[in-house]
C-alpha cells in the first residue's frame, strides 16, 4: 500500500478515534513491508511517548492473570491503556482458562482499553518483532499505558527490555525459579520483581533469595533498587502494592531522565534494524555482489581463497560512506 487514498482514510479514521482502524494499522504493521511504513509515517508523528510496561517470566507464572488485574487497576486510576500480549497462548487470544476469558470480557467492553495480541515476527525492521511499532501505534491513538506481556521462552524475555521502560519479572516459588531467571538473565533486566502465587507456602523464603541475588548488584547513584513484592493473583493479594510500585518506578524514570533516555534508545535501535534489513535486502538484489559470489565460490569451496578474502573484494561494491570523503 503506497501512501494512496485507502492510506489516507485508514489515517484519518484511526485520528478520528474508530476501534477499527487501529486494529487495521497494527495488523497492516504486523504485515510489514511498504503498506507498513507508510502507516507508520502518518502515525508516528501523534505518538508522545506513552509508559511501556513489559511483564515476562517463565511460562505459567501468572503474567497474563497480573496484566489483567493491572489494566482493571489502571483503568481504576483514569489511564487510557493498550494490552499487547505476545503470547499465542494468552487469554488475549482465546487460548486460556474460560474463567480467563470471562475477565477479559468486562474490560473488553471498556473502550478505555484495547487490546491485542500479536502473533507474527515480522517488522519494518525485519529483525525485531513488531511489538515496538504496535506500541506506539497504540500511543498514537491516545493510550497513555501500554502493558506488554511475553510468551516467556527463549529470547523474547530479554527482547523485552529493549521495548519498555519498566519490567516486570513475574516468578513462582515452585520449580526454581530464582535460580532460572538468575540463568536466563532475568536478573539484570527487572525493574520490579513479583513473587507470585504466595499462596503457596515456600514464597517468602524464594523471594527473599531473589532479594539477596540482587543485593549483589551493584547499583548506581541514585538508581533505582529492584523491590521485590510478594503477590497471589489468584486472590487478588499484593495487587495494589505492584500497580504502586509500578507508578513509583515511573515517576523515578521521570525525574532521573531515563524516561526519555530510553525512548531514544528504543528509536535508534529501529532505525538501526530497519537500515540493516534495507541493506540486506539490497544486497540480496544486487546482480554484482551475486556474480562475483558466484565466480569466486569455487576458490572459496577448493580453500585457494579464504571466505573473508571474499568479503573484503565483496566490501568493495557495497561500501556504505561513513563521513564526506571517508573511506
Ligand atoms: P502466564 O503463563 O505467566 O501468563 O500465567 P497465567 O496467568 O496464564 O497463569 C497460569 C496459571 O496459574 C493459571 O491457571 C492461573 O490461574 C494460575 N495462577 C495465577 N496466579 C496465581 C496465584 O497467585 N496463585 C495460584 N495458586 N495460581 C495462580
Redesign the pocket.
Known amino acids: 500500500m503506497e501512501r494512496n487514498a485507502a492510506v489516507e482514510e485508514l489515517l484519518e479514521r484511526f485520528a478520528a478515534g474508530k476501534t477499527a482502524a487501529l486494529a487495521r494499522a497494527i495488523s497492516i504493521i504486523e504485515n510489514g513491508g511498504a503498506g507498513a511504513e507508510a502507516v507508520m509515517d502518518g502515525i508516528y508523528p501523534r505518538a508522545s511517548g506513552a509508559w511501556r510496561v513489559g511483564f515476562t ?10 496484566v489483567n488485574l493491572m489494566t482493571r487497576i489502571f483503568r481504576a486510576r483514569e489511564r487510557q491503556i493498550g494490552v499487547i500480549a505476545v ?1 499465542p ?3 488475549f487470544s482465546g487460548g ?2 474460560l ?2 476469558r470471562v475477565r477479559m470480557q468486562d474490560l473488553a467492553i471498556d473502550p478505555g482499553v484495547y487490546v491485542r495480541s500479536l502473533a507474527s515476527r515480522g517488522s519494518l525492521g525485519g529483525i525485531s518483532n513488531c511489538t515496538d511499532e504496535a506500541a506506539d501505534v497504540l500511543d498514537a491513538f491516545g493510550k497513555d499505558l501500554v502493558l506488554i ?1 511475553t510468551v ?1 521462552v527463549g529470547q523474547s524475555e530479554l527482547e523485552i527490555a529493549e521495548t519498555a521502560h519498566t519490567v516486570v519479572v ?1 516468578l513462582v516459588p515452585e520449580s526454581g525459579d530464582g535460580i532460572q531467571a538468575m540463568k536466563a538473565g532475568l536478573m539484570e533486566i527487572g525493574d520490579v520483581f513479583v513473587m ?5 507456602s515456600d514464597a517468602e523464603i524464594a523471594a527473599r533469595e531473589i532479594e539477596t541475588a540482587l543485593r549483589l548488584k551493584t547499583v548506581p547513584g541514585g538508581g533505582w533498587r529492584p523491590p521485590v513484592l510478594l ?5 487478588e493479594r499484593g495487587i495494589v502494592e505492584i500497580a504502586d510500585t509500578l507508578e513509583k518506578h515511573r515517576r523515578w524514570l521521570g525525574e532521573s531522565g531515563r524516561f526519555a533516555a530510553k525512548r531514544r534508545e528504543i528509536l535508534f535501535a529501529r532505525v538501526r534494524n530497519a537500515l540493516m534489513d534495507r541493506i540486506t535486502r539490497r544486497l540480496d538484489r544486487a546482480a554484482a555482489v551475486r556474480r562475483l559470489v558466484e565466480e569466486k565460490m569455487d576458490e572459496v569451496y577448493s580453500g585457494r581463497m579464504s571466505p573473508y578474502r571474499l568479503v573484503r573484494q565483496l566490501e568493495g561494491l557495497v561500501r556504505i560512506d561513513d563521513a564526506p570523503g571517508g573511506s
Open positions: 517470566g517463565p511460562p505459567g507464572a501468572g503474567k497474563s492473570t497480573l503470547d497462548s494468552s487469554p486460556a482458562l474463567g480467563d506481556e516467556g513475574v507470585n502465587k504466595a499462596d503457596h503477590a497471589s493473583a489468584r486472590e
